[in-house]
């Protein structure tokens, strides 16, 4: 059902140009909104105060029930329009909540922060106000799930904190159940800790055995949406790439900054890509919608990208709890009392749920065990005062010089980034920020006693963490791997072990080493680049063995000895490697390791604990070094005889029909879609198939299920070509909006699912050549 008042109608064959005008209780004076072709918002404003309301306004007109849905889930108020099944996901959601004092929470992360929230969320309120006085401007989940669009409070933005990357309260945990069951030759075939080598110590007073296998099932409810219940874990998924490239290296002389950060591949689209433009700022790229700012892109005078720098922001508390009181525990000789909050959660259609949040000082009671006289809480930096997921991006995007921006980092609080940096002049620059926990005699790699003696001392000062300026050989780059420099104290300054395989770097590092004539469509290309390095390193073993192979096996060998490792979707050969490594090859290795430490019973369920879920949480050094080590070609035969047959039996017997497209896909699908409970699902609730090439371990990073279905990766890309700022390119796939009434819901899911990208304008020249429409704000008339 279209609005009677599109604000991006397709243009009327005429070329007459749609204008459509709101107005908005608040502004000073009108603001202009120019919509180019790829659903770009181009805002022009007399104030900051009034551009930032705008802001707010034109985030609601294209991501409204998104919006909604991700400060509900938040807050905790899913039960209130979706009803009693939610509560349990409330309840979690409120333990994770910011409950300390706002005033200082306002304060950590600049001068302005709140006021510009402030006028953010009086624009989205706005905006919520003329769907209420309009129901025909309203998007259409609203009717389909039969509630109201809610309004915010400025709090609510800085308050919420589950949506953002938690490390590594996952990783701590499984170490501890893999120590507990299978001991540690099993946790050296599960996960890699870096820098190595490193010796892991069970911290004095753990007992391993008082941890249940479900110890992390609230904070799970909390940081995962219910609507994404089944899906592969969020970890693995949010790793990213970026890189920057000095003039020396460039085709034209001028530095080129490239960001494609990895997520889950949702409809609609996690970014929301804005311009914005008033005196004192000029600054467009992506944010996430119900953020004020930018926080990717570039501001007409520095570029700047981000990617994850894990730093370990998390702890598993373990206490031992009074016998005769389940909520008192022991804590520096003494018996100290948890502090209650009850709280109740509104039900649609009946009686509000009484929640009892329980908080120790370290933080919320996620699991208690009376039976076992034990509790276990969660200690998170990002629960503590400026720690709002990419709030800190506030001072960052106006910084006007290298400098600027490096000194706005010193705010950044969570998560821990890699942020690279480029500026006309010719600097580029890497600077990892977070605040990083001071753990004195512990490491934080498991779980520890929460009687006193595992105490955070602080974090590090900014300057205790590695930096980088125009680096020697002219290009930096990152990809959540390992890259602390040499002779960095990790144990003293503890910033994690748990990092991301370095293959994408590894990858990246080799291309832009190899040229010095860099140009944006060239780092499209290594964006979306599909050479997996596994496939590489297991092609040079197979050409190097003369065993004699059955058919099936010499037909398979044949297929991949003479195959280029890209994991593109037109190819067989690709087809054939990831179905043989991820469902055969490594099950098999791990489990013959496991084989030659343990019985058979205890080896088949040790590697049901280790084996990734997915492909995007795995670490091909692993895998690669058994391999290595022992590739024998019995076992080798016989995994890609099975690998052959699973092949032939999902694309058909010959071999020439195959293709790895055929298999791997990019399927998004609304969140509308599992929340209707049974009922019709609309068309719209879902975009693609597409076929899709690469792997989690491509630089063009498609992660994926069990199912072959895209789990992960990069649906927002960036390239800027510093200094001549209108020739930088983007995407943001399915679309820009989130209204599935407009054009722009899903125009650029096909691009993306092709390795495309689209001009990101920037001068208003260019932006007014490519507007197909105008949105007028205006103050109420008197």
């Known amino acids: 059902m279209p609005r009677p008042e599109n604000p991006e109608p397709v243009p009327p064959p005429d070329g007459a140009e749609p204008a459509v005008h709101f107005e908005v209780p608040g502004l ?35 991501r409204l029930f998104q919006l909604d849905l991700w400060r509900r889930r938040g807050l905790g108020l899913l039960s209130e329009v979706l009803g009693e099944g939610y509560a349990e996901h409330d309840r979690a959601a409120r333990l994770f909540l910011y409950r300390g004092d706002m005033a200082q929470e306002w304060r950590a992360y600049g001068e302005d922060t709140e006021r510009v929230t402030a006028a953010f969320v009086n624009g989205l309120n706005a905006y919520v106000a003329l769907c209420h006085r309009d129901p025909a401007q309203r998007p259409p989940e609203f009717g389909l799930l039969g509630y109201e669009p809610a309004y ?62 479900d110890v992390l099932h609230v904070y799970t409810l909390a940081t995962t949406p219910p609507w994404e219940a089944g899906a592969a874990p969020r970890q693995g998924l949010d790793g990213s790439n970026n890189w920057v490239v000095a003039p020396s290296r460039t085709a034209t002389g001028r530095p080129l900054l490239a960001n494609d950060p990895h997520r889950a591949v949702s409809l609609p689209a996690l970014r929301y890509l804005a311009h914005l433009s008033a005196p004192g700022i000029d600054v467009i790229g992506a944010g996430e919608p119900a953020l004020p700012g930018i926080s990717i892109g570039h501001n007409g005078h520095i570029a700047f990208g981000l990617t994850i720098f894990p730093i370990d922001q998390e702890d598993l508390y373990v206490y031992r709890t009074n016998p005769a009181n389940p909520h008192e525990y022991w804590y520096q000789d003494r018996w100290e009392s948890m502090t209650l909050v009850t709280e109740r959660i509104p039900v649609r259609d009946g009686a509000p749920v009484t929640a009892e949040l329980w908080f120790t000082r370290h933080g919320p009671v996620i699991r208690e065990r009376p039976e076992r006289h034990a509790a ?35 705010r950044w609080g969570a998560p821990g980034e890699n942020q690279v940096y480029a500026a006309p002049d010719g600097t580029i620059g890497w600077h990892p920020a977070g605040r990083v926990p001071v753990r004195r005699g512990w490491d934080g790699t498991l779980p520890v006693p929460g009687d006193g003696r595992y105490e955070w001392d602080g974090f590090l000062g900014a300057d205790e963490l590695p930096a980088v300026r125009d680096p020697e050989q002219g290009w930096f780059a990152t990809a959540n791997e390992m890259n602390l420099p040499p002779g960095h104290p990790n144990d003293t300054r503890t910033v994690t072990y748990d990092w991301y395989a370095p293959t994408r770097h590894d990858r990246i590092g080799e291309e832009l080493s190899a040229r010095d004539d860099w140009t944006v ?13 596994p496939a590489r390193h297991i092609q040079k073993l197979l050409s190097g063995m003369q065993v004699p192979a059955p058919a099936p096996v010499a037909a398979a060998l044949d297929l991949l000895r003479d195959w280029d490792a890209r994991l593109e979707t037109d190819s067989a050969a690709a087809a054939l490697f990831e179905v043989w490594y991820r469902h055969h090859l490594r099950p098999a290795l791990l489990r013959r390791a496991l084989e030659g430490t343990a019985p058979e019973d205890r080896a088949a369920r040790a590697l049901a604990r280790i084996l ?79 076929p899709r090439g690469g792997s989690g371990d491509t630089v063009g990073a498609a992660a994926y299920g069990t199912d072959f279905r895209q789990t992960g990766g990069a649906t927002f890309r960036i390239v800027v070509d510093v200094g001549a700022w209108d020739r930088s390119v983007a995407m943001n796939s399915p679309g820009q909006s989130g209204d599935p009434r407009s054009p722009h819901y899903a125009d650029l899911f096909a691009a993306w699912a092709a390795d495309g990208a689209f001009p990101l304008l920037y001068s208003r020249q260019e932006v007014a050549e490519h507007t197909v429409a105008t949105l007028t704000l205006r103050p109420p008339a008197r």
């Open 376 to 410: 276990f809480a969660v200690r998170a930096a990002w629960l503590g005062p400026g720690m709002a997921p990419y709030l800190g991006s506030m001072d960052y995007m106006r910084a006007h010089d290298p400098d600027a921006f490096v000194a706005a980092l010193r």
């Open 28 to 62: 000073a004076e009108p603001v202009e909104i120019l919509v180019d072709e790829w659903g770009v918002p181009h805002l022009y404003a007399a104030s900051q105060d009034d551009l930032f309301l705008a802001q707010g306004f034109n985030a609601a007109r294209d």
């Open 612 to 690: 990734p879920v997915g492909d995007a949480s795995a670490d091909p050094r692993i895998d690669l070094d058994l391999l290595t080590a022992d590739p024998d070609p019995e076992l080798l035969h016989a995994t890609l005889a099975t690998a052959f047959a699973q092949v032939s039996a999902l694309l058909g017997p010959d071999t020439a029909h195959w293709s790895w497209g055929a298999l791997h896909h990019a399927h998004p699908h609304h969140p509308v879609a599992a929340l209707l409970d049974g009922r019709p699902v609309p068309q719209w609730a879902a975009v693609g198939p597409a």
């Open 152 to 213: 915010w409070e400025p709090s609510d933005v800085a308050r919420v904190r589950s949506h953002g990357l938690q490390y590594n309260l996952h990783d701590e945990v499984a170490r501890a159940l893999t120590l507990r069951d299978h001991g540690t030759e099993a946790e050296e075939l599960r996960r890699r800790r870096d820098p190595a080598p490193h010796r892991l110590r069970v911290p004095e007073g753990l007992d391993l055995s008082v941890i249940p296998d």
């Open 521 to 533: 469509d060239d780092c499209v290309r290594l964006q979306t680049d599909y050479v997996s390095l």
